[in-house]
Nanobody, 123 residues
């Protein structure tokens, strides 16, 4: 079992940066691929990025490619999402989640979820 807690959200102006963190409990963290999703008001939850268990491969949604970077530190049981050049359309609740599927962008293939952290980008 893995428990996930996100942090690092907040209010930022367009063009600014934020780094989200997701701390995991449990000694099995390193065997899971980890992903970030987001859900804006009135919209479906959507895939943002995912990283393999060893950190060797990353995958991104087209909307964030070149602006966001996912990384992980297995020694700290933590996965990060560095978000640069933020836009108002990035405003959403951001969730981290774990999966055993490599490179998955489908939320249905993720087993454990955090409670989410709010990111608000003002124009």
């Amino acid at each position: 079992q893995v428990q996930l807690v996100e942090s690092g959200g907040g209010l930022v102006q367009a063009g600014g940066s934020l780094r989200l963190s997701c701390a995991a409990s449990g000694r099995t963290f390193s065997i899971y691929d980890m992903g970030w999703f987001r859900q804006a008001p009135g919209k479906e939850r959507e895939f943002v990025a995912t990283i393999t268990w060893h950190g060797g491969s990353t995958y991104y949604a087209d909307s964030v490619k070149g602006r966001f970077t996912i990384s992980r530190d297995n020694a700290k049981n933590t996965v990060y999402l560095q978000m640069n050049n933020l836009k108002p359309e990035d405003t959403a609740v951001y969730y981290c989640a774990s999966t055993r599927r490599i490179g998955s962008s489908s939320q249905h293939e993720y087993e454990h979820w955090g409670q989410g952290t709010q990111v608000t980008v003002s124009s």
